[in-house]
C-alpha cells in the first residue's frame, strides 16, 4: 500500500481508541481517558509474577503467593492488574475476537519484561488444547508471543509446547486442585525440541492467577532442556486487599 493511499485511508477512516470509539492520531493506542483506567503495575513488584508491592525499589522481593508457592521458572513480569480496564483489555482479547489489542499489549509486556528480553528470546506461549481452538479459533497467548517476537525481534515458537488433554476450567477450584488438574497437560513438541535445548523462553500467557497452567508449562520446558525460564504476562490477578 502506498504512502499517498495509506494518508487516503487515515483521513476516511481515523484511528480509534482500542476500548472505545474515540478518535485518535496514531495506530494502536488508548485515548487519555481509557488510559488513566489501565492499572499498569509500576514501581516495586513481585520477582517471580510481577504483582505489585508495597515500599521502595528492592531486589528479589516475593510477593505473598510466590512465597507460599514456590515457582519452577527464574523470573516473571506483568503489564497491567486484572481489574478495571486491564481485565477489560484481556477479556476482548480472548473473547472479543479482539486481535487488534495484541500489539498495543505487547509493547507494554515488552516495557515490564525489559530487562530480561532480547534478541536471543525464544517466544513460547502456552498451548490450547484443540478441542478449546475450534471454538476459540485462536490461541490469544500465541497471538502475545507473535507480536512480542516482533517488538522484540527474537524468535516466535507457537507449538513449542502441547496441551496433550482437555483439562477442566480452574474457575472455582483450589490452588491444590488446579495443580492436579495440569499435571502432565502439557508436553514439549518433540519437533522443537532442537530450538529449546539450551535456550532463554519467555513463556507468555494473558493472565495468571494461581500459577497452575505456568507451572505445567515452565516444568515442560525444564524437560526439554531450556535454559531459562522467564514468564511474561499481559496481566496478573491480585489479591483483593
Known sequence: MTTRMQRALSILY??????????????????GACWARVPFLRGLVCEMCGTALPGAEAVHVLCDDCLANPR????????????????????ALKYGDRLDLARPAARWMRAAGADFLGLETVFVPIPVHWTRLI???????????????????????PDA??????TL????????????NMEA????????????????????????????????????????????????LLARAEKSP
Open 185 to 232: 497437560a502439557i508436553e514439549p513438541n518433540p519437533k522443537r525440541l532442537p530450538v529449546l535445548k539450551g535456550a532463554r523462553v519467555a513463556l507468555v500467557d494473558d493472565v495468571m492467577t494461581s500459577g497452575a497452567t505456568l507451572t505445567a508449562g515452565t516444568r515442560a520446558l525444564r524437560a526439554a532442556g531450556v535454559e531459562h525460564v522467564f514468564v511474561l
Open 169 to 180: 476450567q480452574h474457575r472455582g477450584l483450589s490452588v491444590e486442585e488446579r495443580m492436579r
Open 14 to 31: 481515523p484511528p480509534q481508541c482500542h476500548l472505545c470509539d474515540a478518535q485518535l492520531a496514531e495506530e494502536n493506542g488508548l485515548c
Open 72 to 91: 519452577p521458572w527464574d523470573a516473571g513480569r506483568a503489564a497491567v492488574s486484572y481489574h478495571d480496564h486491564g481485565r477489560r483489555v484481556v477479556l
Open 161 to 166: 509446547l502441547q496441551r496433550t488433554r482437555r
Open 135 to 157: 471454538t476459540r479459533r485462536y490461541n490469544q497467548a500465541a497471538e502475545l508471543s507473535r507480536a512480542l517476537a516482533h517488538e522484540c525481534g527474537g524468535t516466535h515458537c
